[in-house]
T-cell receptor, first 110, second 109 residues
């Protein structure tokens, strides 16, 4: 079954608005990662966040293991934030063996 | 910054033909991974490796083989390509599998 579920599937924002992306998982995990994928391009790691809250510029990731969820908050969105955001979980002893969600497609309009 | 290079970037193959996708990393990472990405499925793990000479099956290994002849190189091999293997393939490396290549777009006709 689906181990990693992301919501919403897509999101359209006006530039300057905030976004909250959700990732829920149905199994125990070692770690959670968030990636950004450029349209038609590669993946860039945003956060490695097994638990708690991490910040990077306008991005904040929060993982609550006992609730089996992780979120990515984007503040003051910019058009360059447009793309797909993917969460991935790493289970058990399988280092780096990631299980990805289907992603949230974000479009930020000026 | 870790560099993962995939080749070719685009490939058109015929059904039943052999296809080899190559991946090279120059950061001395032990772990390397091959994923495919399809609409509605996200990325799914095909094969991975924890070092030269080792390969392990991922979640969807059927129809694929992998080869890790050296620390730097990890190949994905489709011995008999089928149209269902049309996809975008990504190689990744790193302890957390966090460094991705640019992807290879494969079309099997």
């Amino acid at each position: 079954g689906q181990q990693v579920q992301q919501s919403p599937a897509s999101l359209v924002l006006q530039e300057g608005e905030n976004a909250e992306l959700q990732c829920n998982f149905s199994t125990s995990l070692n770690s959670m990662q968030w990636f950004y994928q450029r349209p038609g391009g590669s993946l860039v790691s945003l956060f490695y966040n097994p638990s708690g809250t991490k910040h990077s510029g306008r991005l904040t990731s929060t993982t609550v293991i006992k609730e089996r969820r992780s979120s990515l908050h984007i503040s003051s969105s910019q058009t360059t934030d447009s793309g797909t955001y993917l969460c991935a979980l790493e289970r058990g002893s399988a280092l780096g063996r990631l299980h990805f969600g289907a992603g949230t497609q974000l479009i930020v309009i000026p | 910054e870790a560099a993962v290079t995939q080749s070719p970037r685009n490939k058109v193959a015929v059904t039943g033909g052999k296809v080899t996708l190559s991946c090279n990393q120059t950061n001395n990472h032990n772990n390397m991974y091959w994923y495919r990405q399809d609409t509605g499925h996200g990325l799914r793990l095909i094969h991975y490796s924890y070092g030269a000479g080792s390969t392990e099956k991922g979640d969807i290994p059927d129809g694929y083989k992998a080869s890790r002849p050296s620390q730097e190189n990890f190949s994905l091999i489709l011995e008999l390509a089928t149209p269902s293997q049309t996809s975008v393939y990504f190689c990744a490396s790193g302890e957390g599998g966090e460094y991705f290549g640019a992807g290879t777009r494969l079309s099997v006709l």
